[in-house]
């Protein structure tokens, strides 16, 4: 089974706190201020959960994997996640 | 960001409390975390998706002392960043 963000609504619904509506518009805003904060080059650090950083890589050469032509691969901003100690043991028992 | 600091622009952003943000941080990540370790996949579009991938264990070493250690074999969460949050973030 794969998680999505309906099912997250689904379960912050569950709580009893927030009606379908807002509860959808709560984890749209949710992962809409995450991806704000990587796009201007900040960090977002979730305790218990990981950490997703944004990485800077350089102009690097490369192959055209059809054809083997080599090409120059520009300069390029990068995510990139690191899972969090507690998440990791509780995936590894 | 932090944690605290997603949950205050996000009580701001959608005019709740502090502790209805808190809610819906946790409710957010522990979804995740609860899939990933009954190693479901979690797909959230626009975002990314996380799946847990299984490595092998390997003799490497303690880089420190050169002293030699046995790598168990581990399972870990791998996200592929979601097309629209790549080109924001590379823009």
């Given at each position: 089974m794969t998680l999505t963000k309906a099912h997250i609504v689904e379960n912050l619904f569950n709580q009893n706190v927030f009606t379908k509506t807002e509860s959808a518009q709560i984890v749209e805003t949710l992962f809409e201020l995450i991806k704000q904060s990587l796009a201007s080059g900040d960090d977002v650090l979730i305790s218990g959960f990981g950490k997703f950083s944004v990485k800077g890589k350089n102009q690097r050469r490369g192959r055209n994997p059809q054809t083997g032509d080599p090409i120059i691969l520009s300069p390029r901003r990068v995510v990139t996640f690191k899972?969090?100690?507690v998440l990791r043991e509780r995936i590894n028992p | 960001m932090t944690k605290s600091q997603l949950i205050e622009e996000l009580a701001r952003a959608e005019g709740i409390t502090l502790k209805a943000a808190e809610l819906a941080v946790n409710?957010?990540?522990?979804?995740?975390?609860?899939?990933?370790?009954?190693?479901?996949?979690?797909?959230?579009r626009g975002f990314g998706s996380f799946k847990v991938?299984?490595?092998d264990g390997y003799k490497g070493r303690n880089p420190k002392t050169g002293e030699l250690i046995e790598v168990r074999p581990k399972?870990?969460?791998?996200?592929?960043?979601g097309k629209e949050l790549k080109e924001r973030v590379d823009r």
């Open positions: 899972c969090s100690g | 409710v957010t990540f522990e979804s995740m975390e609860t899939a990933l370790i009954a190693e479901d996949r979690v797909e959230i991938k299984a490595y399972r870990l969460p791998f996200f592929k960043v």
